[in-house]
């Protein structure tokens, strides 16, 4: 959420709102920017700059339109300036603290939020830029602080309300979330979002069938609807083979800006650079097509580099694929359920296969492997991640997380049933969650050569 509002007074100036002589001008760059019209909106700043020099308003519009043209560096050093000539100014701290949540930068931007959040404690746009910049930077702590202040300015806000809930689950902080979503239920009845809201946190907390009720209401309110299908099957107890296409959009759509800083840096994943390595120490000279299902940002392209050959990128997510192109190295993209994709590829076309942080997504592998050994070329080699089930339970698990957990021995056997000639399998943490280890093992399958 940005802050759209533009101040009446110039706050770096001492002047009554009727003598502002650039505030039409600030407007109608503001309008210019929000239009894509940058070269105009460059010459309406500059004329303003010409009869009010140093005004902090005309900084941050000159951030706002460097960071719509790409220049993110100009960018920066003009919110900076904005902030120079006024450091007390709302606006323009909030605007320079989004602009670097949208860089990732979130240590500042973070720092640089609290400061306007304690300069206006009671403006509502500053709250909900606040809370977006908490939510960037996965700082769900601080998200819930600034929530509940929200509830306090404005009781019962219902969007309010509903992030409140989703933050206090994702801490398992469940009985307050549901104490939210049954409120909110109960002044709206059909209100989807808070039924699926209450029926995730029931399954999170351990109560599968207090949530049969809810599941049953969404269903009747959206019959066919697969996402509340998913849900009535594990609120009746039972493990669906696969996730929802639908359910996978939306979590990697609505993640995909922020993707690789709370992936690699946050969780400290590694896995792209440790099968990248893989890859490269059995091609030294890139000569190969790579199909790169899950391909999310582009981790792996990254680590691969370019390639003599086609690096193919597969994914449901639009929003991850528009930034693993940023990285130029993949060849072509598919937005598809892979494991449609793979049901639609000919026989023997890649030396490489990849499903990093995949398959805990889409869940059965009984068909995926197998496919997968049809795709490769004699002697290519399938490289896949999985999250690790319990020997001594079944083959697949659903966690509380939502995501799917293998059994080691049954991936083996699952690859060893499909004609891989060689299956080596590597034990590792495949990320850190809260601080926490999460156990996994790296699949190396390789096809027989022909």
């Known amino acids: 959420m940005s802050c759209h509002h533009l101040p009446t007074t110039m706050n770096t100036r001492t002047a009554p709102p009727s003598s502002d002589p650039i505030r039409k001008h600030l407007e109608t760059a503001r309008t210019q ?18 009869i009010w020099p140093g005004d902090a308003r005309i900084y941050m519009l000159a951030g706002l339109m460097a960071e719509k043209s790409g220049n993110l560096k100009g960018a920066l050093e003009a919110m900076r300036k904005s902030v120079a000539a006024a450091p007390d100014w709302g606006p323009g701290l909030l605007e320079l603290a989004l602009l670097l949540a949208r860089q990732n930068q979130f240590k500042e931007a973070v720092e640089t939020a609290e400061k306007v959040a304690a300069l206006e404690p009671k403006n509502l746009m500053v709250l909900a830029g606040v809370v977006d910049i908490a939510h960037r930077a996965g700082h769900k702590e601080m998200a819930i602080k600034h929530l509940r202040r929200g509830l306090v300015l404005v009781p019962g806000d219902l969007q309010l309300s509903q992030l409140l809930a989703q933050d206090l689950s994702a801490l398992n902080q469940h009985e307050e979330a549901l104490q939210l979503w049954t409120a909110l239920i109960e002044a709206n009845p059909k209100n989807e979002p808070a039924l699926l809201g209450r029926v995730k946190t029931l399954l999170a907390a351990g109560k599968p069938a207090k949530a049969v009720a809810d599941t049953t209401t969404l269903l009747a309110l959206a019959p066919g609807d697969s996402v509340y299908a998913y849900y009535n099957a594990l609120a009746h107890g039972i493990t669906p083979a696969h996730q929802p296409v639908e359910l996978n959009r939306q979590l990697f759509d609505g993640m995909a800006e922020v993707y690789d800083q709370h992936t690699v840096r946050g969780l400290r994943y590694q896995l792209p650079k440790i099968v990248g390595d893989k890859i490269l120490a059995r091609y030294p000279e890139k000569r190969l097509n790579v199909l790169d299902l899950g391909c999310g940002t582009g981790l792996l392209g990254v680590c691969l580099g370019r390639i003599d050959g086609f690096l ?7 929003k991850m694929i528009e930034q693993a192109a940023r990285h130029n190295v993949y060849d072509r993209f598919h937005t598809v359920n892979l494991l449609e994709a793979l049901e639609a590829t000919p026989a023997a076309l890649y030396e490489v296969i990849t499903a990093l942080d995949v398959f805990i997504y889409t869940g059965d592998l009984g068909q995926t492997i197998p496919n997968a050994h049809r795709i490769l070329l004699p002697a290519g080699d399938l490289y896949f991640s999985c999250e690790t089930a319990p020997e001594d339970g079944p083959d697949l698990v659903l966690q509380p997380n939502g995501r799917y957990a293998h059994k080691r021995s049954h991936v083996h056997a699952l690859c060893r049933q499909a004609g891989f000639e060689s299956v080596e399998i590597e034990d590792l943490v495949l990320r850190y969650e809260a601080g926490e280890p999460v156990q996994g093992f790296v699949v190396t399958a390789r096809k027989a050569a022909a």
């Not at 193919?312 to 639009?318: A, F």
Request: net charge negative; hydrophobic share 35%; proline share 0%.
């Open 312 to 318: 193919i990128g597969v994914d449901v997510s639009t």
């Open 33 to 50: 920017i929000g239009n894509g019209e940058l070269r105009e909106a460059a010459q309406t700043l500059n004329t303003a700059q010409r």
